[in-house]
């Protein structure tokens, strides 16, 4: 399992340098630049800025200048927030989006999990119905409208839960059941899915006819095997949740790190939108070797190579 | 069923969580108390003035600085750190006379040092600040600026003493006395710049010398001001502002309803809820200098011919926008707003579909007929897409011509419109300080923002000396002269409407003076009853 680590770490240097160069490259053919405003600046002014950013120099120097800087651990600097460096940003806002993302996917994981295996033991009933009726709903609500009536109910009308804001621990219970609903929509349907088709299996029947509990057998033997795809798509719904939902920030006024994949591109802030993409790409990494290495523990038979 | 009882477990945990919070959240009465909690909806890009340009960023830096001289609620300029000031030589020199008992958060005084230090490092070429265009009238400003002379010292800044601050230009300017009030200007620690580098700006090493003292950054979240005790005009009334950054305006507005916010305006406040609280004496409503207009690439056909730019101009009826938009906006057919000088009645262009159609068909467009396919360039917002579509609505009737509309992203609508304007496309203007020339400056020839790409020397001549000119009145009449010629003669732009600023003040909340420059200062603010 050591070596398996290892190599995945290993492996993560060329996936991040390849998707930091085609980053680097994308940014540089979207039309538009940083320092383009409704109210242009002279170019005298213009040439003082690009000369101050290296942004004057041809584009092999200036990817060599961050690649060079990135090998560091430097990430740049922001052109939009100007006395700060995508470091500082980051380390500001990732632990927001991080905390968010772990009540949300812990909210989804235990929500998706349980609604699915009820609905998958009791399919066909009434039970199932709602259950799926309710993920339905999840799946398909987006969140800017879940969050915008969570506010108007919880906040505004019951006066139960804060609007807005991230304050105190009761603050977050919005965010985070906002965050939470489509993931556990999802989570519950394929959780479904895979308990239906491992409740047919032999090694289920003969559990049940030597006299095993039904609590028993479910936790042992059914959601044990069933959880292997579910495992699978935990892996970038980990990393997706963690690093923060431009929507969710965005309404519950969260300074968390999902609003600079939308706003840093839009900024045309260059070396925030290389950050932000590096730090996803990087967790998703670790989140997809932490996934294999589930395997492993989930179902023995599963031996991946070290 | 473990995992059953555990998110029943969750659940109720929440329940009791909640209905814990909802005790916490009563009060004796709405208001925080001597706090004043508003939303600026965003980060400030930063708060050194010499490098930041932005409205959210100057919210901030408005209540923590003074500068040489400060806005009046009716935007003159009245003395700050400067009591008085002398214009000599025809209005080449402006002399700056400081008061000595100024001082900075950690007891210096502010000197004259500190104005030229923060003008000096605004020019500075290292600097990258992109406000020093600001700056170019002043003599070699330009030339420092650009690297044309590399001796800072041979710009015209000049302290003959610790408490006289001295400026000469290049020519008389009408308008510099504004500069002296603006943020970019204001005077800046050397010795604090120079020790703490970019993180100068951190809570922990701010120094200021207006009414308020920064005291916490949580970045893309909040920032917090407190009372300066030694602030020249006497301690602030509210001991706090609370600066939040609220993006969503939905949920600001939730916010000020749940009295959770005391003062919101624009950026807090959607459409359909601004509709709704009209009547409200809660509600106010103020144009701001912020003009927009419909531009015209007056160096291609068939826009070159001024005929159907004039047939464009009067075939908009100006009314309909604040039926569209309905946040009260002001329709505009001359490009100087009312509030300042060298405004007229008489400059506007008049709505006349019928002389537009007969413009249109002596340029040879009879009925629209032969005319070349225009597309309509606007940026991606939902505001500006119906306003487009209401001049294409109207253009169709009023001159039977198909405008198709293009709709591009912020940024490379920008992009566009600095590389090769499109003939006809939506801009909008916002005044830096209170004078028309902020506005006829725009479209002459040598603007980078002129992106009808017009040259005229005539209009040239007359903005060149209306800025020059010292006489108010005659300032005033030379700028009436040149909108007219702008708007009513030539059709350069068809002026549209001026936006305007929509807010919502508590009843407990007193003393906020809200201006045309959208410039807010809460050094006068009250909270209670």
């Keep these: 399992m050591f070596r398996l680590v290892i190599r995945r770490m290993l492996a993560m240097i060329p996936v991040l340098w390849l998707i930091a160069t085609i980053t680097f490259v994308l940014l540089r053919i979207v039309p538009g630049g940083p320092f383009d405003a409704e109210k242009s600046l002279p170019p005298e002014v213009i040439a003082n800025i690009k000369a101050k950013y290296h942004l004057d120099k041809p584009l092999t120097d200036q990817y060599l200048i961050y690649m060079g800087r990135l090998a560091s651990g430097d990430l740049g600097v922001s052109y939009k927030y100007v006395d700060r460096s995508v470091n500082d940003i980051l380390r500001d806002a990732l632990p927001v989006s991080l905390l968010l993302g772990f009540l949300a996917l812990t909210l989804a994981t235990t929500v998706g999990l349980t609604l699915g295996t009820i609905a998958a033991v009791k399919r066909g009933t009434a039970i199932d119905a709602f259950a799926m009726f309710l993920s339905t709903v999840g799946v398909s609500v987006p969140g800017f409208v879940m969050g915008a009536l969570f506010i108007f109910v919880f906040g505004l009308w019951l006066k139960l839960l804060p609007v807005a804001l991230w304050e105190s621990p009761w603050h977050m219970i919005l965010p985070a059941v906002t965050l939470a609903l489509s993931p556990a929509a999802y989570l519950a349907r394929l959780t479904r899915a895979s308990v239906l088709e491992v409740i047919e299996k032999d090694w289920v029947r003969t559990a049940r006819s030597k006299g095993l509990p039904v609590n028993q057998t479910i936790l042992r033997h059914i959601l044990r095997n069933a959880l292997i795809p579910v495992a699978t798509v935990l892996g970038p719904l980990t990393a997706i949740l963690i690093t923060g939902s431009f929507v969710v920030e965005y309404i519950y006024a969260i300074p968390g790190m999902g609003r600079f994949f939308i706003t840093a591109v839009q900024n045309r802030d260059y070396d925030l939108v290389m950050g932000t993409t590096l730090v996803f790409a990087v967790l998703l990494v670790i989140a997809n070797a932490i996934v294999d290495i589930s395997y492993q523990i989930l179902d023995p038979r599963i031996r991946i190579e070290g | ?529």
């Design chain 2, 1 to 529: 069923m473990n995992a059953m009882k555990t998110s029943i477990c969750g659940l109720l945990l929440l329940l009791g969580i909640s209905i814990f919070c909802t005790g916490c959240q009563r009060s004796d009465h709405a208001w925080e108390q001597d706090t004043l909690r508003i939303n600026i909806a965003a980060e400030p890009p930063s708060l050194d003035w010499v490098i930041t340009t932005d409205s959210t960023s100057f919210d901030v830096i408005s209540n923590l600085m003074i500068g040489l001289t400060q806005y009046t609620p009716k935007l003159t300029c009245a003395p700050a750190c400067a009591q008085s000031w002398e214009i000599l030589e025809g209005g080449r020199v402006y002399r700056f006379h400081l008061r000595k008992d100024v001082l900075w958060s950690d007891g210096k005084p502010v000197t004259a040092h500190d104005f030229e230090y923060g003008w000096r490092r605004l020019l500075n070429p290292a600097t990258g600040a992109q406000y020093a265009y600001f700056l170019y009238d002043i003599k070699n400003a330009f030339a420092y600026n650009t690297g044309l002379i590399k001796d800072g010292s041979q710009v015209g800044i000049r302290c003959p003493d610790d408490y006289t601050f001295e400026i000469e230009l290049e020519k008389p300017s009408g308008y510099f006395i504004y500069l002296s009030a603006f943020c970019p200007t204001m005077p800046q620690r050397q010795d604090i710049i120079e020790k703490w580098g970019n993180h100068w700006t951190d809570p922990e090493h701010f120094v200021s010398n207006g009414p308020f003292l920064l005291s916490k950054w949580e970045h893309e979240y909040k920032i917090e001001l407190v009372a300066n005790p030694h602030f020249i005009e006497g301690k602030p009334k509210i001991e706090k502002l609370k600066m939040f950054m609220i993006p969503e305006q939905g949920t600001a507005f939730a916010l000020y309803e749940n009295n959770q916010l005391d003062f919101i305006d624009n950026r807090s406040f959607p459409t359909p809820d601004v509709e709704r609280n009209r009547t409200s004496s809660e509600y106010k409503n103020i144009p701001l200098l912020r003009g927009n207009y419909i531009g015209f690439n007056t160096q291609k056909v068939p826009f070159s011919d001024e005929r159907v730019r004039l047939a464009f101009s009067m075939a908009i009826d100006r009314t309909i926008f604040p039926k569209i938009l309905r946040r009260g906006e002001r329709p505009q057919a001359a490009w100087i707003p009312p509030e300042l000088i060298g405004y007229s009645k008489d400059s506007e262009i008049t709505f006349d579909p019928v002389k537009a159609r007969k413009l249109l068909a002596d340029a040879g467009f009879p009925d629209g007929r032969g005319f070349p396919k225009v597309e309509l360039l606007y940026p991606n917002r939902e505001d500006t897409k119906l306003v487009v579509e209401a001049i294409q609505d109207q253009i169709k009737r009023n001159l039977n011509l198909q405008v198709p509309l293009l709709n591009q992203e912020w940024r490379v609508y920008l992009e566009r419109l600095h590389r090769d304007p499109p003939l006809v496309f939506r801009g909008s203007w916002g005044a830096d300080y209170p004078d028309p020339e902020t506005f006829m400056n725009l479209f002459t020839t040598h603007n980078g923002n002129n992106w009808t790409h017009w040259s005229d020397p005539y209009y040239d001549d007359l903005v060149t000396k209306a800025r020059a000119e010292q006489d108010k009145d005659k300032r005033a009449k030379l700028y009436e002269t040149a909108d007219t010629y702008l708007c009513k003669s030539k059709a350069t732009i068809a002026p549209t409407f001026l936006s305007t600023q929509n807010s919502m003040i508590k009843p407990w909340v007193h003393g906020i003076d809200l201006n045309a420059l959208d410039l807010q200062f809460f050094k006068t603010i009250t909270i209670g009853n």
